[in-house]
């Protein structure tokens, strides 16, 4: 229990990505700006995840914020433009909505792992991550109207689903923020601990889920998010679907027929009822 001896990879400016144990840990990594996202942040996230979900070593993923100070607060905004966060092309962006879609697709569990502020889009991405562990110090809350900013996608409709209506107006329209405890006792969060006990905790729910069904974890995420994803979402889980399908001697029988230039016989596959 406890110690984790994480090995740091990849050539990053704004995150650090490292993998131990069968876990890979994404941390964004700009504590100076209490870990608010600039575009290039947020193509290093993405690519960063497609290396943890294309690693079939890794199992679960964390993502949390560098420092104790803040998980993540959002979009940087100081290099806001008039039309989205602008990166050294000069193009605006709002490249966060990509990400989030990318977490909820993601066939392994995400653990947002909560020190300090998340607050505005930081918000918003430990909302889309599977589960959150918080630290005692931890701050939730949305700014948007206080900062001219909304998010009426997952931002919105998630947390409702997460929270509750008349909380999730209550969390956008007034920009309070909400300690540790607070979020506990409306389910925005799965835990709190001491601050120096958070990364030991989100390990030890880590090597939990370890222990567990690879393929039962990605059914379960699939058709958790399949009811509030639409048909994106039905689209995954019909994907996942075939996946098994594929995995069957059924389905392979299919393929071998074609390959062996054969008429397929599945009369040995019971009809089920
Ligand atoms: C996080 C807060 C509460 C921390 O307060 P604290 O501890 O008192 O520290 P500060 O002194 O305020 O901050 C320390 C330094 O960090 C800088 N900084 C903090 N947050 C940001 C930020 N988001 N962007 C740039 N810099 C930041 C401070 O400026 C300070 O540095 P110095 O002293 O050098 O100036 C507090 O800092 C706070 O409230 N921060 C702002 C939070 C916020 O409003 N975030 C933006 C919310 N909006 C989004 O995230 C938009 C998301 C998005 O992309 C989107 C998605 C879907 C649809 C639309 C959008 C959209 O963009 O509109």
């Not at 889009?121 to 630290?135: E, N, Q, W």
């Amino acid at each position: 229990m406890g110690t984790i001896d994480w090995k740091r990879s990849g050539e990053y400016e704004d995150i650090w990505y490292e993998t131990a144990e069968g876990i890979a840990k994404i941390t964004i990594n700009r504590p100076e700006r209490r870990n608010a996202f600039r575009p290039t942040t947020l193509f290093e996230l993405q690519d960063a995840f497609n290396r943890a979900r294309d690693d079939g070593d890794i199992g679960v993923i964390i993502l949390t914020g560098a420092g104790n100070e803040a998980f993540c607060s959002g979009g940087d905004q100081k290099i806001r433009g008039d039309d989205g966060y602008v990166g050294p092309d000069g193009i605006g962006r709002l490249n966060v909505l990509d990400l989030q879609v990318q977490i909820r697709r993601l066939p392994k569990p995400v653990i947002a792992m909560v020190a300090g502020y998340a607050i505005g889009g930081g918000h918003v991405l430990h909302v889309c991550c599977d589960l959150t562990i918080a630290a005692d110090n931890a701050v939730f809350g949305q700014t948007g109207p206080k900062v001219g900013s909304f998010d009426g996608g997952y931002g919105s409709w998630l947390l409702a689903q997460t929270v509750g209506l008349k909380k999730a107006r209550e969390i956008w329209y007034l920009c309070r923020q909400y300690n540790a405890q607070q979020a506990l006792e409306m389910g925005l969060v799965n835990a709190v601990v001491p601050l120096e006990r958070l990364e030991e905790e989100t390990v030890a729910w880590c090597r939990e889920l370890l222990e567990k069904s690879p393929l039962a974890l990605r059914m379960l995420k699939g058709a958790i998010n399949a009811v509030s994803d639409g048909a994106a979402g039905m689209q995954q889980f019909a994907g996942d679907a075939t996946l098994l399908y594929y995995m069957s001697e059924e389905a392979q029988e299919g393929r071998d027929a074609f390959k062996e230039k054969r008429k397929p016989d599945f009369s040995r596959f019971p009809r089920r009822p």
